[in-house]
């Protein structure tokens, strides 16, 4: 009898035995040596191995683990139109070769996915081929064994053992649609990176140029490389790239597009054009690009990211905040996600929400003393002031010259009434030109006017904030009120002038107004200010109270019972206060 077709076919456990060697975890590396993504490489034969090349960007190291034992690794050849780089990992793998099959599987042929899912550690998932699809000339693997992140670049093997594809997760509507890249083009990769050595060679330059911050020489050399390779999306990536550190959104959308155009996946390319489109005014469009890259790759913290981004371009905050919130989870040593998230909460007033996402960036970059000080900041608006003054403490520590850690950690020290330090403090701040040095002087204008009541000192430093910052009203108001209080009527009506023809529905700029003419025994020009103050917003007893004494000095004792009743019924102690002052006195009725 002739034995079944399958009789030969390899069990799950023995894929597993024959691949495990050769289907290693790749971990992708900082400057500093650390870890920041876990992905998958498979071994085509002793010391050379195989992954996509878009999962590399951005890495300053790589390196391939089985179990304890660690093998360097670099890129050795990269065929970027297949999206296959080719790696050099001196004694990793086993010694006998991998087979790889020379043709693409029939649909329904059972296969296994063995990859490093989620950075657990390499394991196996069994599946059929449920379609193979076309793309650009190019056949792609459809396959339902389960995969998840850290997949990508793991095997597909058939019942043989042979490779059959390398695994390029995605997910959809939260269905795995997965699929793989041919293994029979890894035989192709050497004679296709060849083929394009010159690549190389511009690829060399552009980083050199970027390294440099050499924009505008950049654009140049990205350029002429779109003419030399037209069909490189690499080539137009880095000129998009160079023309956004232009600031030449047009450009830059140009060439993101034709990026995409080439390489209709291309993850930098989808984010880049979403941003330029977010920046010219277009959110919504850019938006739809930004999700369309979803269907690449679902769990890329890079894309959420920008979808937040966007969100928040388009006054979306709810959304803004879960997509940051989702990058945070994909990636959590992504600083960026958790800063914005810091941001998101402290636009939406919630300062323990800030704090507790600030305190996720300073976790992930512990050295950064700006970090320490945005975490002071938080601290500060969380009325958290001891907290505050440790973290600003924290990033003096680490850059003793940084201007703007003296400024918050004298912000915090006046929280704590600790007037004289917090003085020292800003004015060492300021000395060592921090970024933002109208913040510096406003706060050194609080402490000498709201605490110290130190007038003269007060206007000067009002003064030099508001030279900083022109278009602070609020900075001119205190300044204002400081030459008020000073006796410089003149300079202080001045003010309160331009203040009330710059917004006259403010109520501020009416109401001291009156109370410059008050001083000035001008009654009746400080009634009509106060008047028009209060239409504005009527719970202000002391304006209230300020009318009522205008009213009396200028002999309208009708009006004065008048607004006592208003003031009556809005504020019973400030009304007791005005009937002891304008009223008893004078044995009127109220």
Not at 100 to 120: F, H, I
Not at 165 to 182: E, T
Not at 312 to 321: C, D, G, K, M, V
Not at 433 to 456: E, K, N, V
């Amino acid at each position: 009898m002739a034995p079944a077709l399958d009789a030969f076919a390899l069990t799950a456990q023995e894929i597993y035995r024959r691949t495990e060697g050769n289907v290693l975890a790749l971990e992708l590396l900082d400057e500093k040596g650390g870890v920041v993504s876990f992905l998958t490489a498979v071994v085509l034969e002793q010391g050379t191995a195989v992954t996509q090349c878009d999962l590399l960007e951005g890495a300053a190291g790589l390196r391939l683990r089985s179990g304890d034992t660690l093998f360097p690794a670099k890129v050795e050849h990269r065929d970027s139109g297949r999206n296959l780089c080719m790696l050099s990992a001196p004694g990793a793998g086993s010694p006998r070769p991998q087979e790889v099959r020379d043709s693409d599987p029939e649909v329904g042929t059972q296969v296994y996915a063995v990859s490093n899912a989620l950075g657990l550690g390499v394991g196996i998932a069994e599946g059929v081929v449920s379609g193979i699809r076309k793309s650009r000339g190019e056949s792609f693997i459809q396959f339902t064994a389960a995969i998840a992140p850290g997949s990508e670049g793991g095997g597909l093997f058939d019942a043989d053992g042979r490779l059959v594809g390398l695994i390029n997760y995605r997910q959809r509507d939260g269905q795995n649609v997965n699929f793989a890249l041919p293994a029979r083009w890894t035989k192709d990769i050497k004679q296709r990176a060849a083929s394009i050595d010159a690549e190389g060679a511009w690829r060399a330059k552009a980083v050199a140029l970027n390294r440099e911050l050499k924009w505008e020489n950049l654009a140049e050399h990205a350029a002429a490389w779109t003419q030399a390779l037209q069909d490189s999306t690499e080539a137009w990536l880095w000129l998009g790239f160079a023309q956004e550190q232009r600031k030449d959104w047009p450009a830059a959308e140009h060439a993101y597009r034709e990026a995409l155009q080439r390489g209709p996946s291309a993850i930098e390319a989808g984010i880049g054009l979403a941003k330029a489109l977010a920046v010219q005014g277009k959110p919504k469009e850019g938006l739809d690009v930004a999700r369309s890259m979803l269907a690449y790759r679902q769990e890329d913290a890079r894309i959420w990211f920008t979808i937040g981004l966007v969100e928040a371009a388009l006054s979306h905050p709810n959304e803004a905040r879960q997509a940051f919130e989702r990058a945070a989870r994909l990636a959590p040593w992504n600083r960026d996600a958790h800063a914005a998230l810091a941001g998101m909460a402290r636009l939406g007033g919630d300062w323990s929400g800030a704090v507790a996402a600030q305190q996720q960036v300073v976790r992930i970059d512990s050295q950064n003393p700006v970090a320490w000080v945005e975490l002071a900041q938080m601290y500060l608006l969380a009325g958290r002031a001891e907290r505050a003054l440790a973290s600003a403490d924290r990033a003096i520590d680490l850059a003793p010259t940084n201007g703007d850690a003296w400024i918050f950690k004298g912000g915090a020290l006046r929280a704590l009434k600790r007037h004289r330090e917090a003085i020292d403090a800003l004015k060492k701040g300021l000395a060592l030109q921090p970024h933002r040095p109208a913040l510096g002087w406003r706060w050194l204008g609080d402490i000498y006017y709201l605490d110290l009541r130190l007038f003269p000192e007060a206007i000067a430093a009002y003064r030099e904030a508001s030279r900083l910052e022109p278009g602070d009203a609020s900075l001119r108001g205190s300044l204002a009120v400081a030459l008020k209080d000073n006796y410089q009527f003149e300079e202080a009506l001045a003010l309160f002038e331009q203040l009330k023809t710059d917004n006259p529905n403010d109520p501020f700029p009416w109401r001291q107004v009156g109370f410059v003419h008050g001083y000035l025994a001008q009654a009746e020009t400080a009634i009509p200010a106060y008047e028009q103050s209060l239409s504005l917003d009527p719970k202000q007893p002391k304006v209230w109270l300020a009318l009522m004494e205008a009213y009396h000095t200028a002999g309208r004792q009708g009006d004065v019972k008048r607004v006592y009743r208003k003031l009556l019924a809005l504020d019973p102690a400030w009304a007791e206060r005005a009937y002891r002052s304008l009223i008893l006195p004078y044995g009127v009725a109220p």
